[in-house]
């Protein structure tokens, strides 16, 4: 879902609803809904730079597959190894109802360890709607080239789902006009339009309205024109403890280092 709020143009054009990329369709509905509460809040009267302190851009958002060099290896910067850790494509093999034979991770004193595998087995559970689903009700339209039923990266040729083999792995790794997507270059591509978007729903109708920047856990910050979104704005990243967030443990740890 975050590859394709975030770069659906890009990697799933079959993806149009309501003649719109599933991208545009995503980021606008989100962006309405945001632009309607804070004119609410405004109206309101008492609440601005008071009880509202400022207006987070999106809690921990994630690029998603964009970036995947191989999608059936582990990207290096999945740190976070911990019991079944499927690949790239064994999510979307799995989202599709196949069973999959999934490494297998524990946590020991070095950090993540592979400890063997783990059959996964959904059962035939799809994520995808069924080709018979009503979805007037919910007025939107679907392109006839986007099937109901079927893995939206199957339909990009991203893998066969008649032989279960992948097709292009590094489908995710560059931009249509051949660019690396790093974090810098997702950022840029991706990430800063959908928050400007964000600034101005909100500043429409809070001129001076703080806004929290949160990126994806653990980038590096961004290249930013101090200008370029208005002012304002506080970098606010979440980070978590690596050794803390895998043993659900923290006084042991301090103790340690104390010692």
Known sequence: MFTLFFSGRDFAPKA??????????LQTCFISAIKHFAARIHTAGDLENTTIIGWENFNEPHYGFAGNLDLNKLMPNQQIRLGTVPTGFQTITLGSG???????????NFG????????IDPG????????????????WK????????ECIWAQH?????????????????????????TEE???????????????DAVRESQKEAMILLQPPVWFIPPKLDPQSLGGRV?????????????QKKWLSHLYAAYK
């Open 98 to 108: 196949l069973a999959e034979t999934v490494d297998y991770f524990e946590f020991g």
């Open 234 to 246: 506080v970098y606010s990243p979440h980070f978590y403890d690596g050794l803390t967030l895998m």
């Open 157 to 181: 040729g991203v893998w066969d789902p008649s032989t279960g083999k992948l097709l292009q792995p590094d489908y995710f790794a560059k931009t249509p006009d051949g660019e690396g997507i």
């Open 142 to 149: 679907r392109s006839p080239d986007w099937k109901l039923g």
């Open 112 to 119: 993540p360890v592979k400890k063997g595998t783990r059959l």
């Open 16 to 25: 149009i609803i309501n003649d719109m990329n599933i991208q545009d369709f």
């Open 124 to 139: 035939g559970s799809n994520v995808w709607a069924s080709p018979g689903v009503n979805e007037a009700k919910y007025g």
């Open 185 to 199: 270059v997702w950022m840029q591509r991706y990430f800063l339009p959908h928050v400007k978007s964000y600034i």
